[in-house]
């Protein structure tokens, strides 16, 4: 079929057979199908949305338009994890080195941060010396040897989807429920993963800020994940608050640093944590249930296992030799670090949380444009949790920031996004549902 049929088909509600969805892809991937077909696709898409099929038809070819690994090396079940992007998400850093140590392998290729969400990427490269984007056979080594590696998306993964998605990107059609279904799914697919955990993040700084979504977005990677035959569960979790008491880059690598080596450990973190852990246990088949799975994590972090497995992770990709032992030591800090007051008694009652990524980017911690380089040193720290008791005084959060000027900004957004009120807030849940 022309493209030009494959897009009116679609405009009109139309079903796309694999093989038109395939020819679209080969389009996409060589240059052959322009800017203006693939954006008026997305625009189809966006509004007519796609079958399970179709989107399974779609993951597939954006899997297949570039090189797919295998691990045939390994005697380790292969699992990964993937989050669909939140504040003070610094999960994969610690859950990585947990899994490893419980006998998983983890190849977790992860991205930069863009928008008001934080990257994996960025964070790892406020360390010094590591190896983000190793070379094919590094990554493989050290996946290998360590059993975890956090690398950057190297080489030739998924090629239609980086087109797809700057193109997606800059015409609004980012928020469509299959096209990010099948971004995210390619790219795993890619990685030659045996089994996958999500967690789709559900909230105010949350690409799906409402319930219904989330969880439409949860069963919708599901069932198509497992119709592409990559055995997939989700957990739905909560983003109405930063998940960490940290947000920004060395910030949240030092927060990571203290939860694995047992220094302090924030209490929602935790249990996601070892939540999505458990997952990723029963998935790869070394546990009987969730229950074991949480129990074989905790033991991980306990014994010390999932900090060394950090460490040798670090240094194999060329990082310092400790760097457990005093990341502040090699960690780049920032020149002004001062608190933010909550200016009045109470109780915290909620966040802005995208207000609190906003924030981290302003101060120079995320980035605008793909590509703009960030600074590592800033951010926030101390952020207080839901329902915490405060006093006029006390610190809702320590601001990390270049200057004074930027202290200042960050003192005002701040306090835009940090809700205080009279009485305390209803606890609330931070693992919503599961899916599977
Ligand atoms: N993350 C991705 O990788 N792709 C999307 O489309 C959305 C989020």
């Known amino acids: ?257 203290d939860f694995l080596t047992g220094a302090a450990r924030d209490s929602r973190l935790q249990e996601v944590t070892l939540a999505l852990a458990a997952e990723m246990l029963v998935s790869g088949g070394l546990v009987a249930g969730p229950d074991e799975g949480r129990a074989r994590a905790l033991a991980a972090l306990e014994d010390g296992s999932a900090a060394e497995t950090f460490d040798r992770m670090v240094r194999e990709l060329g990082g310092p030799k400790d760097f457990l032992a005093d990341p502040g030591r090699h960690l780049d800090s920032a020149p002004v670090v001062a608190d933010c007051l909550a200016g009045r008694d109470g109780y915290v009652t909620g966040y802005d949380t995208r207000g609190i990524g906003l924030c981290v980017v302003a101060l120079g911690g995320g980035r605008t444009r793909p590509g703009d380089p960030v600074d590592h040193a800033v951010g926030l720290t101390g952020l207080l949790p839901i329902g915490a008791r405060v006093e006029k005084d006390t610190a809702i959060a320590l601001v990390h920031a270049r200057d004074d000027n930027q202290l200042a900004a960050a003192r005002d957004q701040l306090r835009l996004a940090v809700r205080i009120g009279d009485a305390p807030p209803k606890p609330s849940q931070v693992i919503l549902s599961r899916q599977d």
């Not at 979504?213 to 198509?224: C, G, N, P, T």
């Open 1 to 257: 079929m022309l493209t030009q049929e494959i897009i009116r088909t679609k405009r009109d509600g139309g079903k796309l057979e694999p093989a038109d969805i395939a020819a679209f892809v080969r389009g996409l991937t060589d240059g052959s199908v322009t800017e203006g077909q693939v954006a008026a696709l997305a625009m189809a898409i966006f509004f007519q949305g796609m079958s399970r099929e179709e989107a399974v038809a779609l993951t597939l070819s954006m899997r297949d338009s570039g090189e797919v690994l295998s691990w045939p090396e390994l005697d380790r079940p292969v699992v990964d994890k993937h989050s669909t992007g939140g504040v003070g998400d610094n999960v994969s850093l610690m859950l990585a080195p947990i899994a490893a140590a419980c006998g998983l392998a983890v190849p977790m290729i992860s991205g930069r941060g863009l928008g008001h969400t934080g990257g994996t990427l960025d964070k790892m490269e406020s360390i010094p010396g590591y190896t983000a984007m190793p070379d094919n056979a590094l990554f493989r080594r050290v996946v290998g040897s360590a059993g975890c590696a956090i690398i950057g998306q190297t080489g030739n993964l998924a090629p239609a989807d980086k087109r797809f998605y700057g193109i997606r990107d800059v015409t609004a059609t980012v928020e469509s429920v299959p096209l990010i279904t099948a971004s995210i799914l390619s790219k795993k697919l890619a990685a030659g993963l045996g089994a996958l955990v999500l967690d789709v993040k559900c909230g105010n700084g949350a690409f799906m800020d409402n319930p219904d979504r989330a969880l439409e977005l949860a069963r919708s990677l599901v069932e198509v994940a497992v119709g592409a035959g990559m055995p997939t569960t989700a957990l739905v979790t909560d983003m109405n608050q930063p998940l960490a008491s940290a947000a920004g880059n060395a910030v949240e690598v030092t927060n990571a640093a």
